[in-house]
Nanobody
Framework: QVQLVESGGGLVQAGGSLRLSCAAS????????MGWFRQAPGKEREFVAA???????????DVADSVKGRFTTSRGNAGNTVHLQMNSLKPEDTAVYFC?????????????????WGQGTQVNVSS
């Protein structure tokens, strides 16, 4: 059974940093796309960042305009882990952050696109 388990959420002051991690199990994800979405209270789930496999241990990354220059994403553990480094956090970054994966190709900017989801981790940024 495929599982995506996030870690690293919490409370941070504006301007601070957090690093989220997501560990995948149940199958190999080394050539799968993995990434992150977030959902704030009363809002739709939105794309944050994603990684796409293009060759052995080589991944392209894509980051939403709203977090570009502040957030970066990367893969680890032979491609079975995805990280989200969040710097210069703002109160509007407060949300539940979800890890997502897709068996092949790339994760599109739509919450209907991924094949698998994690349970989410809460990030709270205080002003």
């Amino acid at each position: 059974q495929v599982q995506l388990v996030e870690s690293g959420g919490g409370l941070v002051q504006a301007g601070g940093s957090l690093r989220l991690s997501c560990a995948a199990s149940g199958r190999t994800f080394s050539s799968a796309a993995m990434g992150w979405f977030r959902q704030a209270p009363g809002k739709e789930r939105e794309f944050v960042a994603a990684t796409r496999w293009i060759g052995p241990s080589i991944y392209l990354t894509d980051v939403a305009d709203s977090v570009k220059g502040r957030f970066t994403t990367s893969r680890g553990n032979a491609g079975n882990t995805v990280h989200l480094q969040m710097n210069s956090l703002k109160p509007e970054d407060t949300a539940v952050y979800f890890c997502a994966a897709k068996r092949s190709g790339s994760i599109q900017n739509s919450p209907q696109d991924p094949d698998y989801w994690g349970q989410g981790t809460q990030v709270n940024v205080s002003s």
